[in-house]
């Protein structure tokens, strides 16, 4: 769902952020319009709304774990907000990372790329069983590394309250493997920096 | 300049909640992990808030955070005190026009990008990482800064090994740790 249709209707910090993403074309291959949230990251007021907005939401829901990839794929960057939310809502923070990065015993999941499959983990007795979670990323396109992010928590025996991202797709998934997925902006069309 | 030294009641409960990993990511090092730190949301806190309190009212406007571990600790610091955060990458990752600083490695070379126009001339900077070893990355991440002419205020670490000397390896720019570990 998307944040507009969902309570911020008309909530100008929604223009402000969707505003402050640069759009770059033909990255990382042609063809891609890629959706830049370092710039985002520029604009303090932006950024700082963005992580108040998934605060606000998330802060009376019981939530006791944050999970978030840690570049993962080309377009996860949900670590960048992940750990701000936790801090503010009292909750945990999981990064979740691409193999041989974590130091500690690991489970891992893998994830179908447009060639080839990746893989996930997350360290063991990060989480216990029946923590309520929220995954963090900063895009959702096809949702599998969102996707395996979920089965990694929910093989741990967390509950996976929500899938929450700043961009997008309309047309896409307003729920990822029966999980609400909440977003706060559509991806931008053309170039704006 | 390390926090240890000053006997702040919340430098022991920060530094019980990091784990020691031995032989990772090579047998002989002994991987100081923070992971375990992200755990508890209290000890957590602390550690941001021992670097906002530092660093609050500085007129600091620039957070620059060094792939991965950085991209955890610098945007909560920058969100508290106001400044941008700008994440340091390796080679390919940033999707605009960048500029690179190569460093070296124990065996081989390695490269550290930001994002051109990210950060302004005459800019105050802060430099995050979760561990400064030999001072390598963080060297190259004063680099970039200064070449687009940040000034770089200090450099903000979690965790510092002091053996391997790399407070020696900053330009000059003081270094502020949390913990040390030998």
Do not use: W
């Amino acid at each position: 769902m998307f944040a507009a249709e969902n309570g911020l209707r008309g909530d100008p910090r929604l223009q402000g952020i969707s505003k402050a993403i640069r759009v770059v074309p033909d990255f990382p291959i042609p063809g891609i319009m890629f959706q830049d949230i370092t710039t985002l990251l520029l604009d303090h007021k932006a950024f700082k709304d963005t992580v108040d907005i998934f605060v606000d939401r998330y802060r009376d829901m019981g939530i006791s774990v944050v999970a978030a990839n840690v570049n993962v794929g080309i377009e996860a960057r949900g670590f960048v907000f992940g750990p701000s939310i936790a801090l503010a809502i009292g909750a945990k923070f999981v990064p979740l990372r691409k193999p041989n990065k974590l130091p500690g015993e690991v489970i891992s999941e893998a994830y179908v790329l447009e060639y080839g499959t990746d893989r996930l983990e997350m360290h063991v007795g990060a989480i216990e069983p029946g923590e309520r979670a929220l995954v963090i990323d900063d895009l959702v396109a096809t949702g599998g590394t969102l996707s395996a992010a979920v089965r990694l928590l929910e093989r741990m025996g967390a509950e996976v309250v929500e899938c929450a991202c700043v961009v997008g797709l309309p047309e896409g998934q307003r729920r990822l493997d029966g999980k609400p997925l909440y977003i706060l902006v559509e991806p931008r069309l053309s170039v704006n920096y | 300049m390390s926090a240890y030294k000053d006997k702040d009641a919340r430098i022991n409960g920060i530094k019980d909640q990091i784990r020691v990993v031995p032989n990772f990511p090579k047998p002989g090092i002994m991987f100081q992990d923070i992971t375990t730190l992200l755990l508890k949301p209290k000890e957590f806190k602390d550690t941001i808030d021992m670097f906002v309190e530092r660093y609050k009212g500085k007129n600091i406007s620039v957070v620059a955070g060094i792939e991965a571990r950085g991209f955890i600790f610098g945007p909560p610091i920058a969100l508290a005190i106001g400044a941008k955060f700008v994440p340091l990458r390796k080679p390919k990752k940033l999707p605009g026009k960048v500029i690179s600083e190569e460093y070296i490695l124990e065996y081989g070379r390695d490269c550290l990008e930001m994002h051109v126009g990210a950060v302004e001339s005459a800019e105050r900077a802060l430099v995050v990482d979760d561990l400064i070893a030999t001072g390598g990355t963080l060297c190259a991440a004063i680099n970039l800064l200064e070449r687009v002419g940040a000034e770089v205020v200090e450099c903000a670490c979690v965790i510092e090994l002091p053996d391997l000397k790399g407070r020696e390896r900053l330009n000059g720019k003081p270094l502020y740790v949390l913990v040390e570990s030998h």
